[in-house]
Protein backbone atom coordinates (compact mmCIF):
# COMPACT_ATOMS: atom_id res chain seq x y z
CA UNK A 1 0.00 0.00 0.00
CA UNK A 2 1.01 3.63 -0.77
CA UNK A 3 0.70 4.66 2.31
CA UNK A 4 2.68 2.61 4.39
CA UNK A 5 5.47 2.80 1.73
CA UNK A 6 5.07 6.55 2.39
CA UNK A 7 5.12 6.54 5.80
CA UNK A 8 8.26 4.35 5.70
CA UNK A 9 10.27 6.06 3.05
CA UNK A 10 9.88 9.39 5.37
CA UNK A 11 11.32 7.17 8.37
CA UNK A 12 14.25 6.25 6.41
CA UNK A 13 14.79 9.56 5.05
CA UNK A 14 14.61 11.32 7.86
CA UNK A 15 17.52 8.90 9.88
CA UNK A 16 19.82 8.87 7.29
CA UNK A 17 19.55 12.74 7.58
CA UNK A 18 20.59 12.75 11.28
CA UNK A 19 23.89 11.86 10.53
CA UNK A 20 24.74 11.02 14.50
CA UNK A 21 21.75 8.90 14.97
CA UNK A 22 23.32 6.86 12.33
CA UNK A 23 26.55 7.23 13.79
CA UNK A 24 25.68 6.35 17.29
CA UNK A 25 23.18 3.32 16.05
CA UNK A 26 26.46 1.82 14.66
CA UNK A 27 28.96 2.82 17.27
CA UNK A 28 26.53 2.05 20.28
CA UNK A 29 27.26 -1.90 20.22
CA UNK A 30 31.11 -1.45 19.77
CA UNK A 31 31.23 0.76 22.60
CA UNK A 32 29.65 -1.83 24.75
CA UNK A 33 31.48 -4.68 22.99
CA UNK A 34 35.18 -2.71 24.35
CA UNK A 35 33.73 -1.35 27.44
CA UNK A 36 31.10 -3.63 29.25
CA UNK A 37 32.92 -6.14 26.95
CA UNK A 38 36.67 -5.88 29.10
CA UNK A 39 35.03 -6.13 32.49
CA UNK A 40 32.61 -9.36 31.88
CA UNK A 41 35.65 -10.93 30.04
CA UNK A 42 37.92 -10.15 32.92
CA UNK A 43 35.12 -11.49 35.52
CA UNK A 44 34.41 -14.13 33.49
CA UNK A 45 38.80 -15.16 33.03
CA UNK A 46 38.99 -19.27 33.89
CA UNK A 47 35.82 -20.40 32.01
CA UNK A 48 37.27 -21.05 28.89
CA UNK A 49 33.98 -22.99 27.34
CA UNK A 50 33.36 -19.51 25.17
CA UNK A 51 35.27 -15.82 24.87
CA UNK A 52 32.69 -13.75 26.14
CA UNK A 53 33.19 -11.41 23.27
CA UNK A 54 31.42 -14.39 21.07
CA UNK A 55 29.16 -14.75 23.86
CA UNK A 56 28.04 -10.91 23.37
CA UNK A 57 27.72 -10.77 19.78
CA UNK A 58 23.80 -11.60 19.79
CA UNK A 59 22.85 -9.86 22.65
CA UNK A 60 24.49 -6.99 21.44
CA UNK A 61 22.85 -7.07 17.73
CA UNK A 62 19.46 -7.50 20.24
CA UNK A 63 20.85 -4.43 21.46
CA UNK A 64 21.03 -2.55 18.11
CA UNK A 65 17.38 -3.63 17.20
CA UNK A 66 16.16 -2.39 20.02
CA UNK A 67 17.47 0.85 20.14
CA UNK A 68 16.90 0.98 16.35
CA UNK A 69 13.09 0.00 16.25
CA UNK A 70 12.10 1.47 19.97
CA UNK A 71 13.80 4.87 19.01
CA UNK A 72 12.22 5.33 15.35
CA UNK A 73 8.95 3.83 17.32
CA UNK A 74 9.04 6.62 19.69
CA UNK A 75 9.87 9.24 17.19
CA UNK A 76 5.73 9.45 16.86
CA UNK A 77 6.39 11.53 20.14
CA UNK A 78 8.12 14.01 18.07
CA UNK A 79 5.45 13.60 15.35
CA UNK A 80 2.81 14.68 17.77
CA UNK A 81 4.95 17.36 18.81
CA UNK A 82 5.56 19.13 15.35
CA UNK A 83 2.39 18.35 14.14
CA UNK A 84 2.69 16.22 11.85
CA UNK A 85 0.72 13.39 13.19
CA UNK A 86 -2.05 14.90 12.24
CA UNK A 87 -0.93 15.28 8.51
CA UNK A 88 -0.73 11.50 8.61
CA UNK A 89 -4.47 11.37 10.94
CA UNK A 90 -6.53 13.25 8.49
CA UNK A 91 -5.44 10.90 5.57
CA UNK A 92 -8.14 8.61 4.36
CA UNK A 93 -5.95 6.14 6.19
CA UNK A 94 -7.19 3.42 8.65
CA UNK A 95 -5.59 3.99 12.18
CA UNK A 96 -4.24 0.17 12.43
CA UNK A 97 -2.42 1.24 9.05
CA UNK A 98 -0.65 4.02 10.11
CA UNK A 99 0.22 1.81 13.46
CA UNK A 100 1.49 -0.82 11.00
CA UNK A 101 3.27 1.81 8.68
CA UNK A 102 4.99 3.13 11.59
CA UNK A 103 6.28 -0.19 13.00
CA UNK A 104 7.32 -1.70 10.07
CA UNK A 105 9.49 1.51 9.17
CA UNK A 106 10.91 0.94 12.65
CA UNK A 107 11.61 -2.59 12.37
CA UNK A 108 13.50 -1.88 8.66
CA UNK A 109 15.47 0.49 9.97
CA UNK A 110 16.47 -1.71 12.89
CA UNK A 111 16.88 -4.67 10.72
CA UNK A 112 19.27 -2.27 8.14
CA UNK A 113 21.40 -1.50 11.29
CA UNK A 114 21.73 -4.78 12.17
CA UNK A 115 22.65 -5.86 9.39
CA UNK A 116 25.61 -3.26 8.69
CA UNK A 117 26.19 -3.99 12.80
CA UNK A 118 26.85 -7.80 11.85
CA UNK A 119 28.98 -7.19 8.94
CA UNK A 120 31.44 -5.39 10.93
CA UNK A 121 30.98 -7.15 14.24
CA UNK A 122 30.93 -10.84 13.74
CA UNK A 123 34.11 -10.90 11.65
CA UNK A 124 35.44 -8.98 14.56
CA UNK A 125 34.76 -11.33 17.13
CA UNK A 126 35.52 -14.28 14.62
CA UNK A 127 32.25 -15.29 14.04
CA UNK A 128 30.79 -17.52 11.41
CA UNK A 129 27.64 -18.33 10.94
CA UNK A 130 26.66 -20.80 8.49
CA UNK A 131 23.62 -20.11 6.35
CA UNK A 132 20.65 -21.82 8.21
CA UNK A 133 22.13 -19.69 11.05
CA UNK A 134 22.58 -16.57 9.12
CA UNK A 135 18.99 -16.64 7.78
CA UNK A 136 17.23 -17.55 11.21
CA UNK A 137 19.35 -14.53 12.72
CA UNK A 138 17.36 -12.38 9.76
CA UNK A 139 14.24 -13.67 10.74
CA UNK A 140 15.19 -13.12 14.98
CA UNK A 141 16.05 -9.43 14.16
CA UNK A 142 12.81 -8.81 11.89
CA UNK A 143 10.50 -10.34 14.59
CA UNK A 144 12.58 -8.15 17.95
CA UNK A 145 12.08 -5.37 15.46
CA UNK A 146 8.30 -5.69 14.78
CA UNK A 147 8.11 -6.45 18.72
CA UNK A 148 10.04 -3.58 19.28
CA UNK A 149 8.40 -1.59 17.31
CA UNK A 150 5.14 -1.85 18.80
CA UNK A 151 6.15 -0.98 22.13
CA UNK A 152 7.70 1.74 20.91
CA UNK A 153 4.40 2.87 19.32
CA UNK A 154 2.36 2.17 22.89
CA UNK A 155 5.18 4.01 24.81
CA UNK A 156 5.05 6.56 22.66
CA UNK A 157 1.10 7.05 23.14
CA UNK A 158 1.41 6.88 26.58
CA UNK A 159 4.17 9.63 27.17
CA UNK A 160 3.49 12.99 26.59
CA UNK A 161 5.96 14.88 25.67
CA UNK A 162 10.17 13.56 24.76
CA UNK A 163 11.16 15.25 27.76
CA UNK A 164 9.64 12.11 29.40
CA UNK A 165 12.40 9.97 27.27
CA UNK A 166 14.94 9.89 30.46
CA UNK A 167 12.11 7.71 31.96
CA UNK A 168 11.82 5.25 29.58
CA UNK A 169 15.46 4.70 29.13
CA UNK A 170 15.82 3.85 33.06
CA UNK A 171 12.30 1.93 33.14
CA UNK A 172 11.81 0.31 29.89
CA UNK A 173 15.04 0.05 28.18
CA UNK A 174 17.59 -0.75 30.59
CA UNK A 175 15.68 -3.33 32.55
CA UNK A 176 14.48 -4.97 29.30
CA UNK A 177 17.87 -4.77 28.03
CA UNK A 178 19.86 -6.57 31.63
CA UNK A 179 17.07 -8.69 31.53
CA UNK A 180 17.57 -10.43 28.21
CA UNK A 181 20.47 -12.47 28.64
CA UNK A 182 22.41 -10.06 26.17
CA UNK A 183 25.38 -9.56 28.48
CA UNK A 184 24.97 -12.29 30.66
CA UNK A 185 22.50 -15.78 31.35
CA UNK A 186 19.46 -15.41 32.84
CA UNK A 187 18.79 -18.91 34.39
CA UNK A 188 20.59 -18.00 37.47
CA UNK A 189 18.63 -15.06 38.41
CA UNK A 190 16.19 -14.97 41.61
CA UNK A 191 12.48 -16.12 40.72
CA UNK A 192 11.40 -12.50 40.30
CA UNK A 193 13.89 -11.36 37.83
CA UNK A 194 13.45 -14.75 35.68
CA UNK A 195 9.50 -14.36 35.80
CA UNK A 196 10.29 -10.90 34.29
CA UNK A 197 12.37 -12.03 30.93
CA UNK A 198 9.39 -13.64 30.25
CA UNK A 199 7.39 -10.27 29.92
CA UNK A 200 10.64 -9.17 28.05
CA UNK A 201 10.29 -9.26 24.90
CA UNK A 202 13.96 -8.55 24.16
CA UNK A 203 14.44 -11.64 26.22
CA UNK A 204 13.22 -13.95 23.14
CA UNK A 205 14.99 -12.21 20.35
CA UNK A 206 18.24 -12.63 21.87
CA UNK A 207 17.44 -16.08 22.75
CA UNK A 208 16.71 -16.51 19.26
CA UNK A 209 20.06 -14.91 17.71
CA UNK A 210 21.85 -16.77 20.67
CA UNK A 211 20.15 -20.05 18.78
CA UNK A 212 21.48 -18.43 15.24
CA UNK A 213 24.84 -17.85 16.17
CA UNK A 214 25.55 -19.37 19.05
CA UNK A 215 24.72 -22.92 17.98
CA UNK A 216 28.45 -24.18 18.24
CA UNK A 217 28.40 -23.51 22.33
CA UNK A 218 24.96 -24.82 22.77
CA UNK A 219 26.33 -27.95 24.78
CA UNK A 220 28.19 -25.93 26.55
CA UNK A 221 25.03 -24.09 27.88
CA UNK A 222 25.31 -20.67 25.88
CA UNK A 223 22.98 -20.90 22.86
CA UNK A 224 19.29 -20.58 23.12
CA UNK A 225 17.20 -21.97 25.55
CA UNK A 226 13.61 -21.69 24.78
CA UNK A 227 12.51 -23.90 21.69
CA UNK A 228 12.83 -21.79 18.49
CA UNK A 229 9.09 -21.67 17.67
CA UNK A 230 8.24 -20.66 21.16
CA UNK A 231 10.44 -17.68 20.43
CA UNK A 232 9.35 -16.54 17.14
CA UNK A 233 5.33 -16.86 18.70
CA UNK A 234 6.33 -14.93 21.30
CA UNK A 235 7.60 -11.81 19.61
CA UNK A 236 4.98 -12.33 17.10
CA UNK A 237 2.30 -12.26 19.79
CA UNK A 238 4.08 -8.81 21.23
CA UNK A 239 4.16 -6.87 17.98
CA UNK A 240 0.38 -8.21 17.25
CA UNK A 241 -0.94 -6.81 20.42
CA UNK A 242 1.16 -4.11 20.86
CA UNK A 243 -0.34 -2.79 17.67
CA UNK A 244 -3.71 -3.88 18.65
CA UNK A 245 -3.27 -1.49 21.56
CA UNK A 246 -1.28 1.60 19.63
CA UNK A 247 -3.54 2.08 16.71
CA UNK A 248 -6.68 3.24 19.14
CA UNK A 249 -4.00 5.15 20.99
CA UNK A 250 -2.47 7.03 17.92
CA UNK A 251 -6.29 8.12 16.69
CA UNK A 252 -6.75 9.95 19.54
CA UNK A 253 -3.91 11.90 18.91
CA UNK A 254 -5.60 14.39 15.81
CA UNK A 255 -8.09 16.33 17.76
CA UNK A 256 -8.09 19.36 19.92
CA UNK A 257 -7.89 18.41 23.66
CA UNK A 258 -9.25 19.26 26.83
CA UNK A 259 -5.77 20.80 27.40
CA UNK A 260 -6.29 23.70 24.59
CA UNK A 261 -9.40 24.69 26.47
CA UNK A 262 -7.91 25.01 29.71
CA UNK A 263 -4.58 26.87 28.56
CA UNK A 264 -6.98 29.42 26.05
CA UNK A 265 -10.03 30.18 28.11
CA UNK B 1 -29.34 20.70 -7.70
CA UNK B 2 -27.49 21.86 -4.11
CA UNK B 3 -26.25 19.43 -1.63
CA UNK B 4 -25.53 19.92 1.47
CA UNK B 5 -21.47 19.90 1.66
CA UNK B 6 -21.72 19.66 5.55
CA UNK B 7 -25.28 18.93 7.40
CA UNK B 8 -24.37 18.77 11.27
CA UNK B 9 -27.63 17.92 13.44
CA UNK B 10 -27.22 18.72 17.59
CA UNK B 11 -23.25 18.38 16.80
CA UNK B 12 -21.71 18.25 20.58
CA UNK B 13 -18.76 17.53 21.56
CA UNK B 14 -17.58 17.63 26.05
CA UNK B 15 -14.39 17.20 27.47
CA UNK B 16 -15.03 15.72 30.83
CA UNK B 17 -17.40 18.60 32.73
CA UNK B 18 -16.17 20.94 30.01
CA UNK B 19 -18.79 22.07 27.42
CA UNK B 20 -16.70 22.23 24.39
CA UNK B 21 -19.59 22.57 21.38
CA UNK B 22 -23.35 22.15 22.85
CA UNK B 23 -25.72 20.89 20.12
CA UNK B 24 -24.86 22.63 16.74
CA UNK B 25 -27.08 22.71 13.90
CA UNK B 26 -25.20 23.87 10.51
CA UNK B 27 -25.52 23.85 7.02
CA UNK B 28 -22.99 23.97 4.42
CA UNK B 29 -23.91 24.35 1.11
CA UNK B 30 -21.96 22.64 -2.03
CA UNK B 31 -19.36 25.27 -3.28
CA UNK B 32 -20.21 27.87 -0.70
CA UNK B 33 -17.59 29.76 1.34
CA UNK B 34 -18.58 29.51 4.63
CA UNK B 35 -17.29 31.91 7.89
CA UNK B 36 -16.96 30.44 11.11
CA UNK B 37 -16.21 32.77 13.83
CA UNK B 38 -16.31 33.33 17.48
CA UNK B 39 -13.76 34.17 20.52
CA UNK B 40 -11.64 31.85 21.71
CA UNK B 41 -12.89 28.41 23.08
CA UNK B 42 -16.14 29.05 21.62
CA UNK B 43 -15.58 25.78 20.16
CA UNK B 44 -14.09 27.11 16.34
CA UNK B 45 -11.45 24.05 16.21
CA UNK B 46 -13.39 21.75 17.66
CA UNK B 47 -16.06 21.65 15.23
CA UNK B 48 -13.54 21.77 12.38
CA UNK B 49 -12.16 18.47 14.31
CA UNK B 50 -15.33 16.94 14.39
CA UNK B 51 -16.21 17.25 10.89
CA UNK B 52 -13.30 16.13 9.74
CA UNK B 53 -13.21 12.88 11.62
CA UNK B 54 -10.60 13.89 13.80
CA UNK B 55 -12.64 13.46 17.30
CA UNK B 56 -15.88 11.58 18.38
CA UNK B 57 -18.97 13.49 18.95
CA UNK B 58 -20.20 13.46 21.86
CA UNK B 59 -23.78 13.85 20.18
CA UNK B 60 -25.36 14.32 17.20
CA UNK B 61 -24.26 13.54 14.00
CA UNK B 62 -23.25 14.91 10.70
CA UNK B 63 -22.43 14.70 7.33
CA UNK B 64 -19.83 15.68 5.11
CA UNK B 65 -20.11 15.58 1.70
CA UNK B 66 -22.61 13.22 2.26
CA UNK B 67 -20.62 10.37 4.65
CA UNK B 68 -21.51 10.15 8.08
CA UNK B 69 -18.57 11.46 10.24
CA UNK B 70 -18.55 8.42 12.97
CA UNK B 71 -19.55 5.89 10.54
CA UNK B 72 -18.05 6.58 7.30
CA UNK B 73 -14.68 8.35 8.68
CA UNK B 74 -12.28 6.95 5.73
CA UNK B 75 -14.97 8.14 3.16
CA UNK B 76 -14.89 11.42 4.79
CA UNK B 77 -11.41 12.11 5.19
CA UNK B 78 -11.08 11.09 1.36
CA UNK B 79 -13.39 13.79 0.41
CA UNK B 80 -11.73 16.63 2.37
CA UNK B 81 -9.03 18.85 2.67
CA UNK B 82 -7.94 20.46 6.42
CA UNK B 83 -5.60 23.01 7.21
CA UNK B 84 -4.57 23.31 10.76
CA UNK B 85 -4.11 25.79 12.78
CA UNK B 86 -0.47 24.57 13.20
CA UNK B 87 1.72 23.82 10.64
CA UNK B 88 1.65 19.96 10.01
CA UNK B 89 4.88 19.83 7.58
CA UNK B 90 8.15 17.62 8.32
CA UNK B 91 10.48 21.03 9.05
CA UNK B 92 13.40 18.44 8.87
CA UNK B 93 12.04 17.14 5.19
CA UNK B 94 11.89 19.75 2.14
CA UNK B 95 9.01 21.41 0.88
CA UNK B 96 9.05 19.22 -2.30
CA UNK B 97 9.30 15.72 0.25
CA UNK B 98 6.48 17.06 2.52
CA UNK B 99 4.25 17.07 -0.63
CA UNK B 100 5.66 13.94 -2.03
CA UNK B 101 5.04 12.32 1.58
CA UNK B 102 1.14 13.45 1.59
CA UNK B 103 0.68 12.50 -2.18
CA UNK B 104 1.32 8.51 -0.67
CA UNK B 105 -0.83 9.01 2.36
CA UNK B 106 -3.66 9.94 0.20
CA UNK B 107 -2.32 7.12 -2.52
CA UNK B 108 -2.14 8.90 -5.39
CA UNK B 109 0.17 7.49 -7.84
CA UNK B 110 3.16 9.52 -8.59
CA UNK B 111 2.60 10.15 -12.16
CA UNK B 112 -0.10 12.10 -11.12
CA UNK B 113 1.43 13.57 -8.08
CA UNK B 114 4.78 14.69 -10.12
CA UNK B 115 2.76 17.01 -12.35
CA UNK B 116 0.12 18.43 -9.40
CA UNK B 117 2.89 18.83 -7.10
CA UNK B 118 5.08 20.94 -9.52
CA UNK B 119 1.57 22.88 -10.21
CA UNK B 120 0.98 23.76 -7.05
CA UNK B 121 4.57 24.66 -6.08
CA UNK B 122 4.41 27.07 -9.20
CA UNK B 123 0.97 28.41 -7.97
CA UNK B 124 2.05 29.18 -4.61
CA UNK B 125 5.29 30.66 -5.61
CA UNK B 126 7.70 27.73 -4.24
CA UNK B 127 9.38 26.72 -7.02
CA UNK B 128 12.63 27.91 -6.16
CA UNK B 129 11.91 27.30 -2.69
CA UNK B 130 11.17 23.17 -3.10
CA UNK B 131 14.37 21.78 -2.57
CA UNK B 132 14.75 23.57 0.70
CA UNK B 133 13.67 22.07 4.04
CA UNK B 134 10.76 23.02 5.83
CA UNK B 135 12.35 25.05 8.68
CA UNK B 136 14.28 27.37 6.41
CA UNK B 137 11.42 28.75 5.26
CA UNK B 138 9.52 32.16 6.46
CA UNK B 139 6.09 32.00 8.11
CA UNK B 140 4.26 32.72 5.05
CA UNK B 141 5.51 30.69 2.63
CA UNK B 142 4.87 27.34 5.32
CA UNK B 143 1.58 28.61 5.31
CA UNK B 144 1.33 28.49 1.44
CA UNK B 145 2.75 24.97 1.46
CA UNK B 146 0.42 23.94 4.43
CA UNK B 147 -2.39 24.60 1.75
CA UNK B 148 -1.09 23.38 -1.05
CA UNK B 149 -0.20 20.04 0.81
CA UNK B 150 -4.54 20.50 2.21
CA UNK B 151 -5.41 20.63 -1.80
CA UNK B 152 -3.22 18.20 -3.21
CA UNK B 153 -5.60 15.50 -3.59
CA UNK B 154 -8.07 17.97 -4.85
CA UNK B 155 -10.94 18.08 -2.41
CA UNK B 156 -14.04 18.65 -2.42
CA UNK B 157 -14.42 20.24 0.96
CA UNK B 158 -11.51 22.28 1.93
CA UNK B 159 -11.09 23.71 6.03
CA UNK B 160 -9.04 26.31 6.91
CA UNK B 161 -8.45 26.62 10.41
CA UNK B 162 -7.29 29.86 11.26
CA UNK B 163 -5.10 30.03 8.03
CA UNK B 164 -3.59 33.54 8.90
CA UNK B 165 -2.65 33.47 12.37
CA UNK B 166 0.76 34.67 12.90
CA UNK B 167 1.46 35.93 9.21
CA UNK B 168 2.45 39.66 8.44
CA UNK B 169 -0.49 41.46 6.56
CA UNK B 170 1.46 41.11 3.18
CA UNK B 171 1.48 37.29 3.37
CA UNK B 172 -2.20 37.31 4.65
CA UNK B 173 -3.08 39.60 1.92
CA UNK B 174 -1.92 36.94 -0.67
CA UNK B 175 -2.81 33.92 1.08
CA UNK B 176 -6.44 35.84 0.27
CA UNK B 177 -5.76 36.08 -3.32
CA UNK B 178 -4.38 32.25 -3.79
CA UNK B 179 -8.25 31.05 -1.95
CA UNK B 180 -10.01 33.72 -3.83
CA UNK B 181 -8.33 31.43 -7.25
CA UNK B 182 -8.80 28.20 -6.09
CA UNK B 183 -12.53 29.07 -5.38
CA UNK B 184 -13.08 30.19 -8.65
CA UNK B 185 -11.31 27.85 -10.80
CA UNK B 186 -12.52 24.90 -9.03
CA UNK B 187 -15.76 25.60 -7.36
CA UNK B 188 -14.23 24.09 -4.07
CA UNK B 189 -16.73 24.38 -1.01
CA UNK B 190 -14.67 26.73 2.23
CA UNK B 191 -15.51 26.42 5.93
CA UNK B 192 -13.40 28.63 6.82
CA UNK B 193 -12.50 29.76 11.00
CA UNK B 194 -10.95 32.78 12.52
CA UNK B 195 -10.96 35.14 14.91
CA UNK B 196 -9.76 38.26 11.95
CA UNK B 197 -13.76 39.11 11.39
CA UNK B 198 -12.72 41.18 8.75
CA UNK B 199 -11.76 38.08 7.20
CA UNK B 200 -14.82 36.97 6.88
CA UNK B 201 -16.42 39.54 4.27
CA UNK B 202 -15.81 37.93 1.16
CA UNK B 203 -17.48 34.30 2.95
CA UNK B 204 -21.27 33.25 1.13
CA UNK B 205 -22.32 33.13 4.91
CA UNK B 206 -21.43 33.09 8.43
CA UNK B 207 -21.78 31.76 11.57
CA UNK B 208 -21.35 33.19 15.24
CA UNK B 209 -20.30 30.85 17.76
CA UNK B 210 -19.81 31.60 21.17
CA UNK B 211 -19.36 29.19 24.03
CA UNK B 212 -19.99 26.61 22.14
CA UNK B 213 -23.51 27.89 20.74
CA UNK B 214 -24.61 29.27 17.44
CA UNK B 215 -24.88 32.84 18.63
CA UNK B 216 -25.77 34.26 14.80
CA UNK B 217 -26.21 32.98 11.36
CA UNK B 218 -26.63 34.69 7.91
CA UNK B 219 -24.76 36.60 4.82
CA UNK B 220 -22.42 39.00 6.03
CA UNK B 221 -24.75 41.98 4.75
CA UNK B 222 -28.11 39.72 6.36
CA UNK B 223 -26.08 39.79 9.73
CA UNK B 224 -25.11 43.86 9.37
CA UNK B 225 -28.57 44.91 8.99
CA UNK B 226 -30.30 42.88 12.03
CA UNK B 227 -27.54 43.83 14.31
CA UNK B 228 -27.88 47.53 12.67
CA UNK B 229 -23.91 47.36 12.64
CA UNK B 230 -21.77 48.80 10.02
CA UNK B 231 -19.52 46.20 9.80
CA UNK B 232 -18.97 42.50 10.58
CA UNK B 233 -17.09 43.20 13.69
CA UNK B 234 -19.49 45.22 15.37
CA UNK B 235 -22.26 41.84 14.74
CA UNK B 236 -19.41 39.86 16.30
CA UNK B 237 -19.55 42.06 19.29
CA UNK B 238 -22.89 42.42 19.16
CA UNK B 239 -23.83 38.71 19.95
CA UNK B 240 -20.91 37.52 22.06
CA UNK B 241 -19.90 40.68 24.15
CA UNK B 242 -16.24 39.65 23.96
CA UNK B 243 -13.57 41.72 23.13
CA UNK B 244 -11.19 40.67 20.35
CA UNK B 245 -8.98 38.27 21.46
CA UNK B 246 -5.39 37.87 20.25
CA UNK B 247 -4.25 34.63 20.09
CA UNK B 248 -5.67 31.71 18.76
CA UNK B 249 -9.13 29.79 19.96
CA UNK B 250 -10.05 26.41 20.68
Same mark, same amino acid.
Given at each position: ??A?Y??VA???V??L?Q?G??????????V???????GF????A?RN??DY?????PG????????????????TV?????????????????????A????LGAT?L???Q????A?I??P?V?L????AGA?L??I???L?G????????V?????????N??????????????????L??????????R??T?????????DL??H???G???R?G???EL??PL??A??A?????G???????L?????VT??A?RE?? | M?????D????G?????L???????L????????G?L??????K? %?T??? !??T???????? /? &? @? *???????E???VRRS???V?????????? %????? !??F????W?L? /? &? @? *????I?A?L??F?L?E???D??R?LS?G???A??IA??????PS???LD?P?A????R?????W????HL??A????????T????????????AV?????????G???ELKR???????????L??T????????G?
Amino acid at each position: MRAVYGIVAREFVRFLRQRGRVLASIGRPFVWLVFAGAGFAAVFAGRNEIDYRVYMAPGLLGMVVMFGSLLAALSTVTDREAGVLRMVLVAPIRRRTIAFGKALGATLLGTAQAIVVAAILLPFVHLRPTLAGALLGLIAVVLSGLAMGALGLVLAASIRSIENFAGVMNFVVFPMLFLSGALYPVRHLGPVLRAATYVNPLAYGVDLLKHALLGGWARAGYGGELPVPLDCAALALFAIVGLAVAAPLLGREGGVTRTAFRERR | MTTAAIDARGLGKDFAALRALDRLDLEVRDGEFFGLLGPNGAGKT %TTVHL !LATLLAPSRGT /A &R @V *AGRDVVREGLAVRRSIGLVFQETTLDRDL %TVAEN !LRFAARLWSLP /A &R @V *ARPRIDALLRQFALLERRDDPVRTLSGGMRRAADIARGILHEPSILFLDEPTAGLDPRARRSLWERIRHLRAASGLTVLLTTHYVEEAEPCDRVAVLDHGRLAALGTPAELKRAAGAGSLEEVFLAHTGHRLAESDGG
